[in-house]
């Protein structure tokens, strides 16, 4: 036992008990039992204020009871709840200890709880046996009291917070041993002992609560300086009170220093004081609150974090006590493996593309070089190679339409942009698709026609790829829908669904990765280059999540309610006599093959490695006397001036020279608008003599 009996107890007892501190009986002629016994009983109340626990204050009483009381035995009997209601004794017994450990007794009505031990926990009060060879009920124990030589036992119950617990057992070698006096006096001493174990049990109860309270004290602290997040604790004026190791370690700051400091260095930018009060009072209204700050060092770097405050339980009667707990997490670990998944995921999307890339290509290089090799052998016996020819054109086309939707998913396609009617547009491409369907979609657009700025052809395509890939998820006889609306905020949307199965959530993350396939057809390229269309136009193309199908939402800028400005003015023809052409591009080969084609429709050609050189050959030809009427120009140049950087100046040179931006870069068309004409590489013959016939009909 633990706890310590309060040393005000023996007041407590001598006030609850005055019959201890006074005799009712004194013997002139000598010290009588009464007087001795409350002798014993005033020792016994030091012993109760001295004694350390409960066994020490049971183990003192009793041996007084032996040594100044004069009885043969003395011990104390605890009141057991098990199922026989057995007693046990206190394990302080000094006299007699095999008779008293021999003892089978109960608090029960069983036999074994009928001697006066038994009876006194049973019944709650004092039990006498002034012969115990006249109690009938005692012959269990009868026998083993003789050879002791016991006469008279007396058993008095011992109480905790008006429970009996126990029972106070004397004996005496005499019969007729316990007289009224004594008794009363007995009793007494048995009810001090009961406050005195009352007492204890408190104490003991109390001390432990302080080790638990102490131990979870200790626990706690611990917890809270392992923890890696910060944890800190302000007061009601929203100031640090406390902070644990974690913090101090973050912020690079001592407790001190933090409690102490303006609290703005431990703040980024853009966060004051009034602003972290403001979250510790909604925390004490509302009991929590959630947000996310930037802390700073005591290096002045910052960092980003996730604060959660939660209110602490409780009255509070002053700002300087804990009212809000908060954690912290630097999220700054975080961020950075995010950032890296997300990088590793663009690689991994870059060799998804750089293998489709390759794949598609190969297979159309595969057909151009065989088809030109067998129309050379075709040559070279006399035949005509015309149909091997075409066949090599056919998939060069291929190749060129596949590089033109790259280009347009990375850099922003080859067309410029027009105003038209989307409305139109839409119901043109539906009629495309479904031509071979015997169905038809459903298309809901506004009777008024709904324009906008944009590459009319991209958007062809856009519009195509989200119909078709519709068709192709929807089941035989499903229904494939489209609906264009014009918005409040000066936009425009069409929703193109299916009644297919939905889509898996594993694939929605990538179903605009380039050439991701959720079908065995088509390229890969549709989903992702429409992507990268919407987004030139300062739009976006979203999967829309629902229960089941597909449905993809193009959102588009609508065009300007002004009409479009006026064009401006063309610059003047060159005379028709005129036929020299410039050509600069820094690739030798196509400088010949475009000098070649040039020369098919009429002109004579001079050729330019880049910029500077195509200046110096347009004043040359100036200067003999005939100017150059064409310049076919490069736009990029590596280590040199490209077309866009020289145009200026052949205009300062000679404004009627027409100026055509040739090019086979994506994202060059907004360059191009300065120019007369745009040529995207490759261009076939066909679309050299259409631009020349638009630019300069003379010549056609």
């Known amino acids: 036992m633990l706890g310590v009996v309060d040393a005000s107890l023996a007041t407590e007892i001598a006030n609850c008990y005055p019959g201890v501190m006074t005799p009712r009986v004194v013997d002139e002629g000598g010290e009588s039992n009464e007087r001795r016994i409350l002798r014993v009983a005033g020792q016994a109340l030091r012993v109760a204020a001295s004694a350390h626990g409960e066994q020490e204050l049971i183990a003192g009483v009793c041996q007084l009871m032996e040594d100044g009381a004069g009885y043969e035995l003395a011990w104390v009997g605890l009141a057991r709840d098990d199922a026989e209601r057995s007693v046990e004794a206190v394990p302080v017994v000094r006299r007699h200890a095999d008779y008293v450990y021999s003892l089978r007794l109960s608090w029960a009505e069983s036999p074994a709880g009928q001697g006066p031990t038994g009876r006194a926990i049973r019944g709650g009060r004092p039990m006498v046996l002034n012969d115990l060879n006249e109690d009938p009920a005692y012959q269990p124990w009868l026998q083993l009291a003789q050879s002791h030589g016991f006469r008279a036992s007396a058993a008095f119950p011992i109480t905790d917070a008006g429970r009996v617990i126990a029972a106070l057992n004397l004996y005496s070698g005499q019969a007729d041993a316990f007289d009224e006096a004594e008794l009363r006096l007995l009793e007494d001493v048995a009810a001090a002992l009961s406050l005195g174990i009352t007492r204890a049990r408190q104490t003991e109860a109390r001390e432990r609560s302080n080790q638990a309270l102490r131990m979870a004290h200790d626990q706690l602290e611990a917890v809270y300086n392992a923890v890696p997040d910060m944890v800190f604790v302000h007061g009601g004026d929203g100031r640090v009170l406390q902070v644990n190791a974690a913090t101090e370690q973050g912020f690079g700051r001592s407790e001190h220093q933090m409690r102490t400091g303006p609290p703005e260095q431990l703040m980024g930018e853009g966060h004051s004081f009034e602003e972290a009060v403001a979250h510790v009072r909604r925390a004490m209204e509302q009991g929590s609150d959630d947000f996310m700050w930037v802390g700073r060092k005591a290096d002045g770097t910052t960092f980003p974090c996730e604060v959660r405050l939660r209110r602490v339980p409780g009255e509070r009667h002053s700002v300087e006590e804990p009212h809000v707990v908060g954690c912290a997490r630097d999220l700054t670990e975080l961020t950075r493996l995010q950032d890296a998944l997300v990088q590793m995921q663009r690689f991994e999307s870059l060799a998804v593309l750089a293998g489709g890339i390759a794949h598609d290509f190969n297979n159309l290089l595969a057909n151009i070089l065989g088809n030109v090799d067998l129309a050379r052998a075709q040559a070279e016996l006399g035949q005509a190679p015309g149909e091997l020819l075409d066949r090599a054109k056919e998939a060069t086309l291929q190749a060129r339409t596949l590089a033109r939707r790259l280009l347009g998913f990375t850099r922003g396609g080859s067309g410029r942009r027009t105003r038209f009617d989307l409305g139109e547009l839409l119901s043109e491409v539906a009629e495309l698709v479904f031509a071979d369907e015997e169905r038809s979609p459903q298309i809901e657009r506004p009777e008024h026609a709904v324009e906008i700025d944009g590459d009319r052809e991209q958007l062809l395509q856009v519009v195509g790829n989200l119909l078709r890939s519709a068709l192709e998820a929807s089941p035989e006889g499903g229904v494939v829908s489209a609906i264009l609306r014009r918005g409040e905020a000066g936009e425009v949307t069409l929703e193109v669904r ?20 959720t ?15 919407a987004r030139r136009l300062g739009g976006k193309l979203e999967l829309i999540e629902g229960k089941g199908g597909a449905t993809f939402r193009l959102t588009l800028p609508a065009a300007d309610e002004l009409e479009q400005a006026a064009a401006a003015p063309a610059p003047p023809l060159p005379s028709p006599s005129r036929r020299t052409a410039v050509v600069m591009d820094d690739q030798e080969g196509l400088r010949r093959l475009f000098a070649r084609m040039l020369e098919q429709v009429g002109f004579e050609v001079v050729t330019a490695s880049d910029g500077d050189e195509a200046i110096a050959c347009c004043r040359r030809a100036l200067e003999a006397g005939e100017p150059c009427c064409l310049a076919l120009l490069d736009l990029t140049v590596p280590n040199g001036r490209g077309g866009h950087e020289i145009l200026c100046e052949l205009r300062e040179l000679d404004a009627t020279l027409v100026t055509v931006a040739a090019t086979g870069y994506a994202g060059s068309d907004a360059r191009a608008a300065d120019f007369d004409g745009f040529l995207p590489k490759p261009f076939s013959l066909a679309d050299l003599k259409s631009e020349i016939a638009r630019l300069l009909p003379e010549h056609a």
């Open 498 to 517: 299916d009644d297919g199965p939905a889509i898996d959530p594993s694939v929605a993350p990538h179903i605009f990765d380039p050439f991701f396939r």
């Open 519 to 533: 079908q065995t057809r088509g390229s890969g390229l549709g989903l992702s280059s429409a992507f990268g269309v």
